[in-house]
């Protein structure tokens, strides 16, 4: 029994573990490259694995860096079952059709240039038809439930607190005589975190494989990440400009929206004028809507007091191309929530184009920025960026409000791995280098386990 690591080593995208028992092999998420353009093209690179060797896939969550090449691997020949959490099911049903669109777009566009330069054209990385027929090879399940997924193969996903659905999966295994017992942290989630649960802990293991994304830093408090975000929003409103926030669809967006309605007042949001300019996000708040039993004590609270979490009487849903060009005549008192959450492309480009070199714009960055994506340039206080070839100026205020990821920090992640009363083996992955050594080190102080730090191809024996 061996786990190979074929994505999310050094790096935090593309998390892709390969688990084999005897003549078995179940792939825990198979995530979407992503950063860099030159970065993602190995998207379309081959597999390092046959799609036809895999017995099962177990699938942590929906963010596309876990499980964006899922309809790809169906395409290549996977037609086996692809378990996952409930929720997770249904984003991913979203978040898949979203991407092969945006597939077909990109490949017309390259196309075009190819065709005019006398090139072969391309094919789509997987289209909207490609990714509606991998949804087929689902098999949704639900918190606690101990599933048999192959003979001596057994599954139970707990609640990971990252986003809805989010899952830490724990596998007990049982080949030659031999039992073991493997979790995969899958993303952890931020203690005290809007809407969601905390991380479910877990006391045994044999190995443990877990993320690090945040493994070098601490997150501020949640008082004063409140208390940042009321200054940044008096502001903007004192200077009559206009916010925009870059959100992943799923997740950060329906925390945001959540936090307005629980500080309507004291901020004063009913000032604003809210557009939610994603189409994705407002399918993803949907389903966030659809999966209440599963929110933490005060947003069940909420919604029994008022019937949903998101019912703010300012909020705009701006679905079609129409509404979000109509944005941009609005010059001051608008909160712009628009995708992609890196800035890498969707609709918050156009807005950046229309804001950014405004003195009174205002940016507010709410998650994890790759490098080499716009948004990390943004974070690391690039005075021009470049919106489709034009150079533009920011002359907007950025701001960064870290204490608002998604991710377990550094203390979160040592306390949530101390939880195991035998001190496991450990792997980290989904962690850049820095943030990997430093994680490493801490819980090396703590605990005599054995920890490696995943490098690609690399195999951890059980």
């Known amino acids: 029994m061996y786990i190979e690591f074929f994505g999310a080593t050094q790096e935090v995208t593309g998390s892709c573990f390969m688990l084999t028992i005897e003549n078995k092999k179940i792939l825990v998420d198979c995530g979407m490259i992503q950063g860099s353009s030159s970065h993602e093209r190995h998207n379309y690179d081959p597999f390092p694995f046959g799609t036809d060797e895999i017995d099962a896939v177990i699938l942590t969550h929906a963010h596309l860096d876990h499980s964006g090449r899922i309809p790809l691997l169906v395409k290549r020949g996977f037609n086996g079952p692809i378990y996952a959490h409930k929720a997770t099911v249904d984003l991913c049903d979203i978040l898949f059709q979203d991407a092969g669109f945006l597939n077909e777009k990109d490949a017309r566009w390259q196309n075009k240039i190819r065709n005019h330069d006398a090139k072969d054209i391309i094919e789509p990385l997987f289209t909207k038809e490609e990714a509606k027929y991998a949804m087929r090879y689902f098999k949704p399940l639900d918190y606690s439930q101990f599933q048999s997924i192959l003979p001596g193969i057994n599954v139970t996903l707990h609640d990971a607190g990252h986003i809805l659905g989010s899952s830490i999966v724990e596998l007990d295994l049982q080949a030659n005589g031999q039992k ?16 969601l649960r905390d ?24 008082g004063e990440t409140w208390q940042e975000m009321g200054e940044i929003l008096n502001k903007a409103q004192s200077e009559k400009g206009n916010i925009l926030i870059p959100a992943f669809a799923v997740g950060r967006t329906q925390e945001l929206l959540y936090t307005f309605k629980r500080h309507f007042e004291e901020w004063n949001i009913g000032d604003w004028d809210i557009f939610l300019d994603s189409p994705m996000a407002i399918e993803s708040t949907k389903v966030y809507a659809k999966h209440s039993k599963i929110y933490d004590m005060d947003a069940s609270e909420t919604k029994q007091t008022n019937g949903s979490i998101f019912d703010l009487p300012n909020l705009h849903m701006t679905s079609s191309t129409e509404q979000s060009l109509k944005i941009n005549q609005v010059k001051s008192g608008a909160i712009i929530i628009a995708g992609s959450g890196m800035c890498t492309g969707g609709r918050i480009k156009h807005h950046f184009d229309h804001n950014i070199w405004r003195d009174h714009a205002h940016v507010i960055i709410v998650g994890f920025q790759a490098r080499g994506t716009l948004g990390r340039k943004l974070v690391d206080g690039m005075d021009r960026i470049s919106l489709w070839k034009k150079s533009v100026p920011v002359r907007a205020s950025v701001h960064t409000i870290g204490g608002l990821s998604a991710h377990a920090d550094q203390q979160g992640l040592i306390n949530w791995f101390l939880h195991f009363k035998n001190k496991p083996d450990l792997v980290l992955v989904h962690g850049e280098p820095e943030a990997m050594n ?5 819980i090396a102080e703590l605990t005599n386990a054995k920890i490696t730090k995943a490098s690609y191809r690399q195999k951890v024996l059980l």
Not at 180 to 195: E, N, T
Not at 205 to 220: C, F, K, N, P, Q
Not at 438 to 442: I, P, V
């Open 199 to 222: 991380p479910t802990y877990l006391d045994s293991a044999d190995l443990v494989i877990m993320e690090s994304t945040y493994g070098d830093r601490l997150h501020r408090n949640w």
């Open 180 to 195: 073991r017992r493997v979790v995969f942290s899958g993303d952890l989630g931020h203690l005290g975190a809007p809407i």
């Open 438 to 442: 430093t994680l490493a080190s801490e």
